[in-house]
DNA sequence: TTGTAAATGCAACTCGGTTGCATTTATATT
DNA sequence: AATATAAATGCAACCGAGTTGCATTTACAA
């Protein structure tokens, strides 16, 4: 994805192109894993307000541009790109050594049995385990 | 169970008989579903310490006398009982109408095919849905 | 009964995240 | 190019969950 293309992505969910936004997409897109606020404050070192860091991650996730995932971390984290199944949820991968959050392809398996009068919607997934680089 | 087997609960995992101990458990045990820092404050009114409470927490989840839940709400909630399938995880519902969760005897599905290197160790599941009280 | 380690209560703190408000900036309009 | 306007930014102040250090109290064993 070029420079251009950025500004597009931006202008097409009717958001306007600023130096943050700009600087954080670049970030995003170049990375494979999930990142935190406090990943994004100190990969972006530059002068890069809270508030404004949070609320363009809130707009990003409106938009589609980035994905928020809960891992059981206790803090968001989010990644580049709209949750891949389309509406749906895939899962999360977890790396107990390195803490690094990943996007899995693979889809949340569709039958769980609960109880009567339980109504089930949908499904989230978090694997745990060792990745690649560990 | 009885305020008698509560105490022998606590002795047998090498906990003291305390008052707040004693609360609490005779709290949890009567609880379907599970309670998050500030539904136990609000519940047990009574001058109940933010840092005792949260101690506790943690000494009664080492024991294994209550387990933790992470739903994707942000914060973390506590529900009785070891993990029902021992060892391994089991599924927890959250309501998405009353924000209540539950915990399932779904135990979570074996296979996931995640990318090469990456080892699975385990997986977590939170299903959303309505309740049968909703 | 008394000694001791563990549990409690309190205050102060960290950290993720939010909000209100004044200032600045992107962009559409002239 | 100049300007009007709504949106974006930066800042400070705030909230709530969870933690930590420390002095005091309590459970329980000797």
Known sequence: MKE?????????????KTK??????????HLDHAQSYSD????LVKELDKS??????????QAGIIHRINDHSGVAKY?????????????HFVCECCETVYCMET??????NVPEGFK???????????????
């Open 4 to 16: 251009v293309d950025y500004k597009q992505l931006l202008e097409q969910k009717g958001l306007k």
């Open 20 to 29: 943050v936004r700009m600087t954080l997409i670049r970030h995003f897109v």
């Open 40 to 43: 994004l404050q100190a990969a």
């Open 52 to 61: 404004t860091l949070y609320r363009n991650l809130t707009s990003f996730e």
């Open 79 to 91: 990644a580049f790109g709209e949750s891949p199944i389309e509406g749906d949820d895939h899962a």
């Open 107 to 112: 889809p949340a398996p569709g039958e769980f």
């Open 120 to 134: 089930t919607n949908k499904v989230q997934t978090i694997i745990r385990g060792i990745c690649a680089d560990c």
